[in-house]
């Protein structure tokens, strides 16, 4: 038994590891847990590893190892092991001249490879920095290396360091050849009913090739697919099949009732495994037939609860789509023991409305991130297409057969295949036509279930009631992640290290037993597998043994009739506006110019009735309320599920639960809800945004809100929250948290650093308008414009500290070069940044803050380009954008705003042509505040006020009338684009109704651009 002080070390000692590779692991109870458990997984006595049993490869043949990359090297231990698959190779089933054993050994020279490869590397670079290498360039060097790993000397180190690394090997080579020879040994054991019912097999075959390998390995087996010596093939899976062949069979069961003419595919399951008929990707449906193809097989799944049904679980053919992995089905909702949520917080019963509807099954479009600031990667079914950007990281070896031969982490692009039409792929047939195909064949589909109830959950529990089918509790990339992490030299010579990484799933759901579980099974290099049958809510691992007891809220079928049972109308509808949002980032931009000029003509109103406006806005109103969340627990604040947007570009839209931000998150549209709630004294709309208001603000008191890992930004982070709320209370009349105190606690948070780094901002600059400090400091100053008394006070004092660090982080009042962003415009550059500066140095007498506030707009000013006539967006981009965000529309209004504060700072001839420009290219494109119509008019109606004859006369008169006449009223009825689907506030219907309120009464409707 170990001493004290041993004890005491690897107390010590396993508390490092968990603080170096689960950081994110706060939870003080669940972190003394683990450390329990880690070390147990240093007991017993550590392999050893001798040469007789790992004997040496050959000498080094430069000849064998042509590409540098050590494929020789993992060559000899593929096949020191691959007995059993020789066996199989020249068994009666195989043909003569096959290549099962060549492909054995190929793909296992892959799997060694990434085994052993960093491990080989970190040796390189120790011998070659001792300058044990000899040679006098870097690839004799290598040589000199690979001499030294294939001669019995450095094989007996190398086993001497890493038992386990050659353990593990053999172990995976060995494990696979014995698959092999059990899939070749099904063959023969099942060949009657294969010859009989299987397509792909004809009697008196014999197999040619098998490639293992097809998907995750799971006990070291993986699916396999068997060729045959007439070309034909055969998919064999090592799981039960039970599930795969009840899911063709209700697929079958529709297709009778509903002439859905779904393809289905013969399955034969045996005692462990089973066979599947090979899809062949031979051409696809036309687009229409296609699509509707999908649509009819979006309801099936949706019906049996279907997910993971991502594009490389779908094969499309000639006859259509067809699902060949059908494990996870009859997915139950997860219980508190596995991270499940109850419903109680809005935010993450949006998340489990979302992932338990259509748009959670992977059919539709649907882009998975492995951070929150990732561009994301489409793995839909219909969305998926080659190219886009991997947001993860993987491992590219640089400089092979060098000495100076490494892996890196680096960002790829997708390069998978995909057999099936993606939305992009099936042009000339429009997006909206897809959509459109979709939905129509779902509702067809769902509506028949809804009116035979009873029938269709008969229906499915009698083919699918005693089937085994697969729990994934993260998706299988992130599985893949830990893997390649635990083959780091670190985690290969450190079982403690290589356990705790394995631990990471414990950060997803929160569950030590289920953690542990994945880690047993990954310590195996697999990726984990855990069932569920339909009548039980206990989890499984993948030998049948109980891993949790009690995992989900309910039995998989019970889960199952509960959706059938609430199959009405309102639950269709919800299905048919989530495909809506799944294929809003799908949309092309060709209907989002709305024509509108800034020129009045015959006919337009000079003025719009305030009956009219008012019946707009409130029919607004009841719109962003359809979609509003709430959750069972009044202290959490209510959300909305809708297209979620990233600023950095406003590129991704796909569907989510909407987070803290005024640009397109919580607070923008209750601000708004609550202006409308103040014109029609409605219940509801007060009652919605007080939903919102009530729970943000005791989360901020609470300190429940304090490093949340947000940007302090005016538009995404801290500083635009704190301005939705204190608006919104304004315009409800309530005694919520008072300026003073709200501009305090924003003081606070940028004092303490939060959000003034580039991660924090969303990759945007951490001095801007929309991500930094410059957005903080608007806020601040509209908090100090609306205190009064000691709370003016209390204002004034946080608002100086945060102009204080803003004007640090530019670099002082003295910087020699101010050009302080990347770009020159409002959002995210110089004509965002200089008017705060501009006003805090004229209300709080610092002329020298106020002078570094006219030099950075001139800056900005002077990037303008004579040869183009126009500024840039950026001082190095030859890009030219028209719009609040960037380009003369926000250039000019940030111009007007600082020169409220110094007249006559900046040149007259640089406001007339951005006025020129708004003029000309600033209307027209869209209709919203960010990049549309709206920010554009505000630009003009505040020239007007500031400066005016800057634009022609009467551009202003009459404005937001032609507006509102001819964009605005009824968009959403009208226009099918992506702003008809979100309720953002800068891009959205929040931003439409703010703008009405705005019209009727502007004192007490601020501009939101500036953040007044």
Known sequence: MPDTATRTATTHRVSEVVGTYLPELRAPALRERLEDVLPHWQDGEAPRAAAAEFPPPPPYDPALDSDGRFRDYCAHFARLWSAPAAEAASSPQAAPGNTVLEDFVESQCTAVAGLMLRTLLEELHHRRARGELAGETPEERYRSFRAWTNSPEGHAELLERYPRLFHGVRDRVGAAALYLAHVVAEVARERTRLDARMPGVAPGTRISAVALGEGDTHSGRSVARIRFDDGGQVVYKPHAMEAEAGFNDVVAWFNDRLQLGLPTVCVLPTAEGGFAEYVAADG???????????????????????????????????????????????????????????????????????????AGIGVLPMVMKSDPSDEGLDIG??????????????????????????????????????????????APTPVRTQRDIIKRELRRVLSYAAAHRDEVAAAIENRLGTARFRFIPAPTYFYSQLLRMATHPDAVRDRL?????????????GSLDLAAGEARQMERGDVPYFTYTPHSRDLHSDDGGAVLADAFAQTPMEAVRERIAGLGEEAVQTQLRLVDFAFVNKLSADREPTGFTLEARPGDPAAIGDDRLLAEAARIGDVMLETMVDGADPATPATWLAPQISTTEESQWSPGALGYDLYSGTPGLAMALAGLARETGRARFRDAALRVVEPIEDQLRSGELDGAGVSIGGMTGMSGTLYGLWQANRLLGRDGLNPGALAEDLARRVEAGAGVDASAAGGLDPVDFVAGTAGALAVCLALHRGAAGADRDRAAAATAAV?????????????????VTAYTGFAHGALGIAPGLAEYGAVFGDAAVADLGVRIARAGLDSYDPETGDWPRGWDEPVQSYAWCHGAPGMLLGALALLRHAPGALPEEHLARLAQRTAARGFGNNPTYCHGDLGSAETVLLADREAP?????????????????????????????????????????AGTLWSILRHRDPDTYPSVLLLE
């Open 284 to 358: 696809h449906p036309d687009p229409e037939r296609y699509f509707t193809l999908i649509g009819r097989l979006l309801g099936v799944l949706h019906l049996v609860k279907a997910t993971d049904i991502h594009f490389e679980n779908v094969v499309t053919c000639i006859r259509g789509p067809v699902v060949v992995d059908a494990e996870t089905l009859l997915t139950p909702r997860r219980g508190p023991v596995l991270g499940g949520r109850d419903g109680s917080d809005a935010w993450g019963r949006a998340l489990g409305i979302l992932l338990d509807s259509v």
């Open 381 to 426: 079914v219909i969305g998926y297409d080659q190219g886009q950007p991997v947001p993860y990281k993987a491992l590219r070896i640089d400089n092979p057969g060098r000495d100076d031969m490494a892996a890196r982490l680096v960002r790829l692009h997708a390069a998978n295949t995909s057999t099936n039409l993606s939305v992009s792929q099936a």
């Open 497 to 509: 290290v290589r356990a705790a990484v394995l631990h990471r799933g414990l950060l997803r759901h």
């Open 803 to 819: 102009a204080r660090t803003h004007v640090e982080l530019l670099g002082g009042t003295g910087l020699a070069d101010p050009r």
């Open 949 to 989: 004859g800057l634009f022609d006369p009467g551009a202003a008169d009459g404005l937001y009338a032609r507006l509102f006449d001819r964009v605005l009223d009824g968009y959403d009825r009208r226009a099918d684009t992506k702003y008809t689907y979100t309720g953002s506030l800068l891009l959205g219907h």
